[in-house]
């Protein structure tokens, strides 16, 4: 995306207000009217004052059209920073609201951190190219192209000497950005690097902690760090020569301006005041110039951290709601995949020619070795990602055709993650169902025998958390899972291998818990430890993507295929007879 493209998109932005926008241009042109027309004055005053003539009605013009220019240049600065404000954190609410539409995968390749990075310090170079704009740029474009053909006017000569000066200025930019284009470029490449570094450790700062990787991990920053540094340092060298030639230019031409002027005033060509007029218009320019080049040489700088956060805002979401999209309406539960195929991009990774039926509160199975395609499966059902090929019933409706807020409103997941965050246990359970009263939630965490250890915390179901449940243990972490599933109230229930990382003790407790949640809802279960599924209505086994087997626990188990392998490999006895009202069977052999 070129720098002009990116600025224009920029300054697009702005449509929500345009009326207001324009109101703020248009006060910058007036205002850029004015400052031109007061080296004029001065050089009216001047003449007069040489000539012995009177000068104070020049001089109350002059005084109150620089009383209006301050107080309108205050009035507009005001509006445009309330502006920017207001459009900054509605840029901000936009990119957050498409990062959190976009796929997990999207966040794994690019890291938390550098999204983090994107969308924060993307609005921030937003705000100040919206508030320098409104409150100086157009100001200081308006006025040199104003200011050009009124010096043309008053001298030729004279005037030339400040176009060389803007074509200097000109010329000494261009040159600058295109040594530094590449450098640039790297520079955000190493910034993103940082901030993905960042996030990566400060996330993981147990497993630092525990490997004894303190100075590891702070070592391998430094080192980023300082490749980050050697690749500003030439761009630093860069628009730091700019500055000298810049200012080296400018200086000649105020010497050159002086020089001419004398040479004129005593052949008679020119008066004392044009000579100060032409002065002022030299020194109006530089500042002028000075202000576009600043802006010009910001724009360039925050191009590619514009650019990423541009890139993210257009980055198209795999999963496309149709416009005529309807909700789902009232679900019992019947769920089924007609030969549904999906492959990851760039990969031979998938699931492929799935057939699964679920019947409205039945439980299905889908058990594997680890990459089988299960939590794929179910992901699917959920459009986190849309399939290939097939398609996926719910009620007979497929739910490509429907709208996503339904769908996964009739769905609730007990995540072998419990996926907590860092609010209180009440904002926790309620996540689902926000305007549940406090009654329905501590049913909701009774039922999944929470409520005990909620009432011994601090502050009971105020008590915050911690980043992703870090201040409760494990099987704490799952009840609140639970609680959560079971306010929800869904008729579709996932449980994606939700105690598979717990002891016995705890794990006993939550599975009654997700027992009582299960009842009457149609419910998928991904687990490798077989005893979980052990009184599944149906069980799929599934390798590389495919159903290689499907059944009841003990008819599979009896067999000779992968499931009775994986029985025998995991210690477990077939029980003599499984049904859905059993308990589960599951002994270890001795």
Known sequence: ?????????????????????????????????????????????????????????????????????????????????????????????????????????????????????????GTDALFWLWLAGLREQLTAVVGIILLVPTAISIDARMAGILAILAIAYVGLNSLVMRKTSAGQAAIESYNSKVYGRVGDVIGNVTVVQSFARLKAESEAMRDLMSQLITAQYPVLTWWGILNVLQRAAATTALVAVFTLGALLVRRGEMTVG??????????????????????????????????????????????????????????????????????????????????????????????GPTGSGKTTTLSLLQRLRAPDGGRILVDGQDIATVTLQSLRSSIAVVFQDAGLFNRSIRDNIAIGRPEATDADIERAARLAEAHDFIMRKPDGY?????????????GERQRLAVARAILKDAPILI?????????????????????????????????????????????YVLENGRIIEQGRFTELAKGTGLFARMVAEGGFTVPTEVTPQDSLLTQEKP
């Open 495 to 539: 449980l994606d291998e939700a105690t598979s990382a717990l002891d016995a003790e705890t794990e006993a407790r939550i599975k009654r818990a997700l027992d009582k949640l299960r009842a009457g809802r149609t419910t998928f279960i991904i687990a490798h430890r077989l005893s979980t599924v052990a009184n599944a209505d149906t069980i």
């Open 274 to 367: 044009e000579i100060v007029s032409f002065v002022a218009f030299a020194n109006l320019l530089i500042g002028k110039l000075d202000q576009v080049s600043s802006f010009v040489t910001s724009v360039f700088r925050q191009g590619p951290v514009l650019r990423s956060y541009f890139a993210l805002l257009d980055e198209q979401n795999a999963i496309a709601e149709p416009a005529d999209a309807k909700p789902l309406g009232t679900v019992a539960g019947d769920v089924k995949f007609e030969n549904v195929s999906f492959t990851f991009p760039e990969s031979q990774q998938g699931v492929f020619n799935l057939d699964i039926a679920a019947a409205p509160g039945r439980t299905v199975a889908l058990v």
């Open 1 to 121: 995306m070129s720098l002009v493209r990116i600025y224009f998109r920029v300054i697009g932005l702005l449509a929500a207000e345009k009326g207001l926008a324009l109101s703020v241009a248009a006060a910058g042109v007036l205002i850029s009217v004015v400052q031109l027309a007061e080296p004029i004055l001065f050089g009216w005053v001047i003449d007069a004052l040489t000539r012995g003539e009177a000068a104070v009605s020049t001089i109350g013009l002059w005084a109150g059209l620089g009383l209006f220019s301050v107080g309108a240049s205050v009035v507009v600065s005001i509006t445009a920073d309330r502006l920017a404000h207001r459009r900054h954190l509605a840029a901000l609410g936009e990119a957050f609201e498409r990062a959190i539409t976009l796929p997990a995968g999207y966040h794994a390749d690019r890291g938390s951190g550098a999204v983090v990075r994107t969308v924060l310090q």
């Open 462 to 474: 105020g008590f915050v958390i911690g980043e992703r449940g870090n201040s409760l243990s494990g």
